[in-house]
C-alpha cells in the first residue's frame, strides 16, 4: 500500500513563497506520473501541476510561471514551489500519484493573506 504525505503547508502573504513536499512510501519512479490538486472551500478539486515519469511537466494558466513541480528520485520526494502566491491559491493541495490505479495525501492547508 503506497502512502503519500503532504507537508510545507501554512499562512503566507501575498506575493510570498511556499514550497510543498509530498513523501511517498515508495520509489515513486514506479508511478506513471504525479500530480498536485488544491480544493478551496466550495469549488472543485482542480488540478495544478503535473509531472510525468519521463519529466514532462504541465500546469495551468492560472499558476503557469509562479509554481514549478519537481520530484527526488533518491528521497522518492515530490515539491511544488510556489511563488508569488495569491489569496487566490488559498486551498488545501494534495498529492496524487498513479500507477494502475491513484492515490492520494491527506492534503496540506495553503492561507495566503492579502
Known amino acids: 500500500q503506497v502512502q503519500l504525505v503532504e507537508s510545507g503547508g501554512g499562512l503566507v502573504q501575498a506575493g510570498g513563497s511556499l514550497r510543498l513536499s509530498c513523501a511517498a512510501s515508495g520509489r515513486i519512479n514506479m508511478f506513471d506520473r504525479m500530480a498536485w490538486y488544491r480544493q478551496a472551500p466550495g469549488k472543485q478539486r482542480e488540478l495544478v501541476a503535473i509531472?510525468?515519469?519521463?519529466?514532462?511537466?504541465s500546469y495551468p494558466d492560472s499558476v503557469k510561471g509562479r509554481f514549478t513541480i519537481s520530484s527526488d528520485n533518491a528521497k522518492n520526494t515530490m515539491y511544488l514551489e510556489m511563488n508569488s502566491l495569491k489569496p487566490e491559491d488559498t486551498a488545501v493541495y494534495y498529492c496524487n500519484a498513479i500507477t494502475t490505479r491513484s492515490y492520494w495525501g491527506q492534503g496540506t492547508q495553503v492561507t495566503v493573506s492579502s
Open positions: 509531472i510525468t515519469s519521463n519529466g514532462y511537466t
